[in-house]
């Protein structure tokens, strides 16, 4: 592809993801005003379901963006089972703007709207923050050590946050998604975080353990979500707009919580819990550590073809949109 075409067609998927993200977010924003003017249960009910309806539209455009790319190869493992009447609690590793992308298109057809844990910092980006907002999506705003240390007050602000948040999301079937690591993978993080993962960031806890206590009864599976851009692994969302992106690998684990009893818990209070807790993710993040190893190898397969081409079929993205 010359550089010329790449630079329209990036060009072109700007303008045309800002158009439908402006559409579709209007609408919700307005619903959201109302929404709080209107301080009814009844009323909030119908414009949480009104709201929704109109992200499962802006995924639905964002999929028929993606299915301008002919070069786009999806590999997907693990969507049996899903059900948009089920609760469910989504974690996944974090590489990328591209990654909200690749998972609103691949499971709205599959599982409820997600709501996502987004950083304070996005609450200010134009017509995407307030939508969010009005979406009931919670802001977390993250803290330093050495924040925490000159301000204790600060301490657990994330986690109560968690807990408000998960509140609302009873009365009807919804996934919680948390990307663990709390920040996009880089090198640079990685060193800075002396990271034990070659690739991926240290997982945080207390959200996900949070959600679990909270929710833990009515969530039906933690579906456990390894996604990454083996031949684009510098700037996955910038080729993803400009045409260039070639290949997304998803694998999803199904995990039942709600047989789990281990997983509920105090996180907080109760220290040998929370060590109990932050082994069995840290145990996790080192399988799922192991699978991008063997994704990133030579055709996306680990050296002793651990995932051969039989049991990982590519699933055009017309089949997924």
């Not at 990654?99 to 844990?117: A, N, Q, S």
């Not at 070659?198 to 959200?207: D, E, I, T, V, W």
């Not at 060590?275 to 002793?304: I, M, S, V």
Request: hydrophobic share 40%; charged share 20%; glycine share 4%.
């Amino acid at each position: 592809m010359s550089r010329l075409f790449a630079t329209i067609i990036l060009l072109l998927s700007i303008l045309l993801t800002v158009l439908v993200t402006v559409f579709f977010s209007v609408p919700i924003i307005c619903a959201g005003l109302i929404k709080l003017l209107l301080p009814v249960p009844s009323v909030w009910r119908a414009i949480s379901l009104f709201c929704d309806a109109c992200m499962q539209g802006w995924c639905a455009s964002l999929a028929v963006l993606l299915r301008l790319n002919p070069f786009l190869q999806w590999e997907t493992e693990g969507l049996e089972g899903l059900s948009k009447q089920n609760w469910y609690l989504l974690i996944c590793n974090h590489q990328s703007w591209a990654d909200i992308v690749v998972l609103c298109v691949l499971f709205r057809r599959h599982i409820p709207v997600t709501k996502y844990f987004l950083k304070q910092q996005l609450a200010w980006v134009p017509f995407l923050g307030l939508a969010c907002w009005a979406l009931d999506m919670p802001f977390m705003r993250r803290y330093s050590r050495s924040y925490l240390l000159r301000h204790p007050e600060q301490r657990g602000k994330d986690v109560e946050t968690t807990r408000r948040s998960c509140e609302k999301f009873r009365s009807h079937p919804t996934t919680i998604v948390n990307f663990v690591e709390g920040s996009r993978f880089t090198e640079e993080k990685r060193h800075v975080l002396r990271s034990p993962y070659q690739h991926l960031l240290p997982p945080k806890a207390a959200g996900v353990a949070m959600a679990l206590n909270v929710l833990g009864e009515q969530f039906d599976k933690l579906l456990n979500v390894t996604l990454c851009y083996p031949e684009n692994r510098d700037k996955p969302f910038r080729d993803m707009l400009s045409g260039k992106l070639t290949r997304i690998v998803v694998r999803i684990n199904l995990v039942p919580v709600n047989e789990a009893e281990s997983l509920h818990g105090d996180y907080v209070n109760d220290k040998s819990f929370k060590r109990y807790f932050q082994r069995w993710l840290n145990a996790l993040w080192l399988e799922k550590d192991q699978q991008l190893d063997a994704f990133y190898q030579p055709k996306g397969f680990g050296p002793e073809n651990q995932y051969p081409e039989e049991s990982s079929p590519k699933v055009n993205i017309s089949n997924e949109s």
